[in-house]
């Protein structure tokens, strides 16, 4: 019997992508055994309503509320602890990356022999203004933290239930990402890439990347201020 893998979507304010990435998904998944879990994350576009209306149709898929958005890595956990899959994860809602990747990370997934994988994405085609922040946050995370990080923000992000269940603390901000990914390095998982194409925004504003220097510098400084506080909570840790 092959492995179930559960992928859950944060929608915060995403009433018109929500269709799009039912339907993306009702095209894709075909056999495959995948739960799609959307996390309304406490939105208030009537995004609540738009689920309510059209998860009936879409039997791969299931909603968890989340009544007031305490941040991104808060609303994925909130769905990860309800997946049922052996592998879970997330993505975005905003179409950015095509839904079908989730399938193409399941065939994937259960081809390799080898179980103890995290699989996340590796983004193509993106702007060049967003390939330099990246390049640059890779280099300084990857001496920082003494590891090699490469696209960390890219999606998907998908593991074993059972490497999810072995925290008890995750960061509610962007920096799940980072905590995600760096703690599958730093315990030994395989780590395996696949390519995604990572196009423009079809409907609303990105909540944390409006392309602007301003947004960009922030979430910069959120990130490095994380890594600093992760690195010396581990050092107390493993003393």
Same mark, same amino acid.
């Given at each position: 019997?092959?492995?179930?893998?559960?992928?859950?979507?944060?929608?915060?304010?995403?009433?018109?992508?929500?269709?799009?990435?039912?339907?993306?998904?009702?095209?894709?998944?075909?056999?495959?055994?995948?739960?799609?879990?959307?996390?309304?994350?406490?939105?208030?576009?009537?995004?609540?309503?738009?689920?309510?209306?059209?998860?009936?149709?879409?039997?791969?898929?299931?909603?968890?509320?989340?009544?007031?958005?305490?941040?991104?890595?808060?609303?994925?956990?909130?769905?990860?602890?309800?997946?049922?899959?052996?592998?879970?994860?997330?993505?975005h809602?905003d179409?950015?990356?095509?839904?079908?990747?989730?399938s193409?990370a399941?065939?994937?997934?259960?081809?390799?022999?080898?179980?103890?994988?995290?699989?996340?994405?590796?983004?193509? /085609?993106?702007?060049?203004?967003?390939?330099?922040? *990246? &390049?640059?946050? $890779?280099?300084?995370?990857?001496?920082? +933290? !003494?590891?090699?990080?490469?696209?960390?923000?890219?999606?998907?992000?998908?593991?074993?239930?059972?490497?999810?269940?072995?925290?008890?603390?995750?960061?509610?901000?962007f920096?799940?990402?980072?905590?995600m990914?760096?703690?599958?390095?730093?315990?030994?998982?395989?780590?395996?890439?696949?390519?995604?194409l990572?196009?423009?925004?079809?409907?609303?504003?990105?909540?944390?990347?409006?392309?602007?220097? /301003?947004?960009?510098?922030?979430?910069?400084?959120? *990130? &490095?201020?994380? $890594?600093?506080?992760?690195?010396?909570? +581990? !050092?107390?840790?493993?003393?």
């Amino acid at each position: 019997m092959r492995d179930k893998l559960s992928i859950v979507v944060p929608c915060y304010n995403e009433r018109d992508n929500i269709p799009l990435i039912l339907e993306r998904f009702k095209a894709t998944i075909a056999h495959r055994q995948i739960e799609v879990i959307l996390v309304n994350n406490g939105s208030t576009d009537g995004s609540a309503d738009v689920l309510e209306a059209m998860l009936p149709n879409y039997p791969f898929a299931k909603c968890v509320n989340v009544p007031l958005n305490k941040g991104y890595g808060y609303g994925i956990v909130s769905g990860l602890k309800s997946a049922q899959g052996d592998y879970i994860g997330w993505t975005h809602a905003d179409m950015q990356t095509d839904p079908a990747d989730i399938s193409r990370a399941y065939d994937q997934l259960n081809q390799d022999v080898e179980k103890s994988v995290y699989l996340k994405g590796n983004r193509k /085609k993106r702007p060049f203004i967003d390939v330099f922040f *990246t &390049v640059g946050m $890779s280099l300084f995370e990857s001496i920082y +933290l !003494k590891m090699p990080l490469w696209d960390i923000n890219a999606q998907p992000n998908i593991f074993p239930k059972t490497f999810f269940y072995g925290f008890d603390y995750f960061p509610d901000d962007f920096s799940l990402d980072l905590y995600m990914y760096y703690m599958a390095k730093r315990n030994g998982m395989v780590v395996k890439r696949m390519d995604v194409l990572f196009t423009e925004r079809l409907h609303g504003t990105s909540k944390w990347n409006d392309q602007t220097f /301003k947004s960009k510098w922030k979430f910069i400084k959120r *990130t &490095v201020a994380f $890594s600093r506080q992760m690195k010396r909570s +581990l !050092k107390r840790t493993y003393k």
